[in-house]
């Protein structure tokens, strides 16, 4: 059952994507056309393609679903605890660039390097224990997480504060492996660094595997609003709108018992 459920979500992101509607739209204008159907009908497909792409394109819905991904995130929010004891710093992968043979990490993830450092910096520069755990493996030969770490050490971060989940493939696996390690880690306190648009569907696969972390957004994304659509917009909304479906694939999957 989950296996069709993957695959009709899938199908239905398909449904975000500009270049899909397009195509969609002119394959079902030449079969009516074909099949010698109303004039009407294929004006009103084409209409209906055209008014999506500019509803996508034109900033307007990326500005609503920003709002929505986003909006709780840009204030840090503060830990129940005022001086964790054993805190931990998750952070999730952001991919990997396999540039001229050379693998880098994606643009997405130096922000999270950023902010993760940022708040590892705050509890040793006190004297205070803090452990940072990077979970991804990505898809190049070298894992996330061991980019992650070479940067990590490479900024001060002490390799044993280190703690490499290397074997996650996406943000499910990122919260279930990782929720392995908390609990043997037992930590007082667990931060969850990864991008704005990313944060509320990690939290919620967190939730599922009983953990309960801070966020601790990295970046935003937003788009627009303009007179003409533009690929900006397009691709930003594209982005927003994945993570819109992944939050309700999510949610069902909870309901129906699917996930954990």
Not at 146 to 161: H, P, T, W, Y
Request: aromatic share 14%; glycine share 8%.
């Amino acid at each position: 059952m989950k296996f069709l459920l993957d695959f009709l979500f899938r199908v239905v992101q398909l449904f975000t994507e500009p270049y899909f509607l397009v195509f969609l739209a002119v394959v079902i204008i030449a079969l009516l056309k074909r099949k010698n159907k109303g004039k009407n009908l294929r004006i009103g497909v084409g209409f209906f393609a055209v008014l999506m792409i500019v509803f996508i394109g034109n900033g307007f819905l990326g500005k609503l679903i920003s709002g929505y991904l986003q909006k709780n995130y840009v204030s840090p929010v503060a830990s129940k605890n005022r001086v964790p004891q054993n805190p931990v710093i998750v952070v999730l992968g952001g991919g990997v660039v396999d540039f001229e043979h050379t693998e880098k990490l994606h643009t997405l993830s130096y922000s999270r390097l950023v902010t993760a450092y940022q708040l590892y910096y705050e509890y040793k520069k006190n004297n205070l224990p803090c452990k940072i755990v990077i979970s991804g493996k990505g898809r190049g030969h070298t894992s996330e997480a061991e980019l992650f770490r070479e940067n990590f050490k490479k900024m001060g971060v002490s390799d044993a504060d280190i703690i490499k989940e290397d074997k996650s493939m996406n943000t499910y696996e990122n919260a279930k492996y990782t929720s392995k390690i908390l609990k043997q880690m037992a930590p007082s306190d667990i931060y969850l660094v990864t991008s704005g648009f990313h944060m509320k569907r990690s939290v919620a696969l967190f939730h599922t595997f009983g953990l309960k972390p801070v966020p601790q957004a990295s970046d935003f994304i937003d788009t627009e609003i303009t007179v003409f659509p533009n690929s900006y917009n397009a691709a930003f909304t594209f982005v927003m709108l994945k993570e819109v479906f992944g939050i309700w694939q999510v949610q069902l999957y909870n309901s129906l018992g699917l996930n954990g």
